[in-house]
């Protein structure tokens, strides 16, 4: 295959994690640039770079923001599973069966040695593997969302001349919470939001929206 075949190909991902990538290190140096500020103003000592995306400020700034996202992913994964939207592009019909419904080919109940149990079984983690990767994503951006933030915060109270805190007593403390939850409600807001727009709304080309000409009340849709 041409490289250029290959970037025509897999053009979509390469833009995203294009811009993931300029982003992130625009948010690093940024985020490096106002904490120097901030140190020079209560007259302490600035960090380099690389002791910034260090520390534990950063590595909860990035990690906060990644455990919602694939906390989202996971949750639109599952939940559109088992429950439907009438006239969204993103749920599947209201009645009948899709693709996606497959009965599995291999069975734990109807195997009859070992060769067949672990086929079986290697198949039932197959089928799940989406939702599964999104949820091991989620566990472990919440991980390092807690380690770095607890790091972070660890910094502030010595500052202050208070004892640190281990990871889980931080994650029991409003702060954590706070971080977390303002970035899952903006999430399930835009989840939500499209799902809704998608009804009546139309994109032309794009496969997260339904046709143009599509009535937005189908019953299958």
Same mark, same amino acid.
């Given at each position: 295959m041409s490289f250029k075949r290959m970037v025509h /190909? /897999?053009?979509?991902?390469?833009t995203l994690f294009g811009i993931f990538f300029a982003t992130i290190i625009g948010m690093s140096i940024a985020g490096?640039? *106002? /904490? *120097?500020e901030t140190l020079a103003a209560h007259s302490q000592p600035t960090e380099t770079y690389i002791e910034f995306i260090a520390?534990? +400020?950063f590595i909860e700034g990035v990690f906060e923001n990644w455990e919602s996202e694939f906390l989202q992913m996971w949750a639109l994964i599952i939940l559109t599973v088992f429950l439907r939207q009438k006239g969204s592009a993103d749920s599947k019909p209201i009645r009948g069966k899709t693709p996606q419904d497959t009965r599995p080919r291999y069975r734990l109940s109807n195997a009859e040695d070992w060769t067949h149990r672990l086929t079986a079984v290697r198949h039932t983690v197959y089928s799940h593997s989406l939702g599964l990767a999104m949820l091991a994503l989620f566990i472990l951006?919440?991980?390092l969302h807690?380690?770095?933030g607890t790091a972070a915060y660890n910094e502030e109270n010595v500052a202050h001349g208070e004892d640190k805190v281990s990871v889980g007593t931080y994650v029991?403390?409003?702060r954590f919470w706070y +971080?977390?939850?303002? *970035?899952w409600q903006s999430e399930f807001l835009a989840v939500g939001t499209l799902l809704v727009l998608s009804i009546k709304l139309r994109e032309r080309g794009s496969p997260q929206s339904k046709p143009v000409g599509a009535r937005y009340d189908h019953e299958t849709g």
């Open positions: /190909n /897999n053009s979509l991902v390469i490096w640039v *106002n /904490n *120097n520390s534990g +400020e951006s919440f991980s807690a380690a770095g029991t403390t409003p +971080e977390s939850l303002q *970035n």
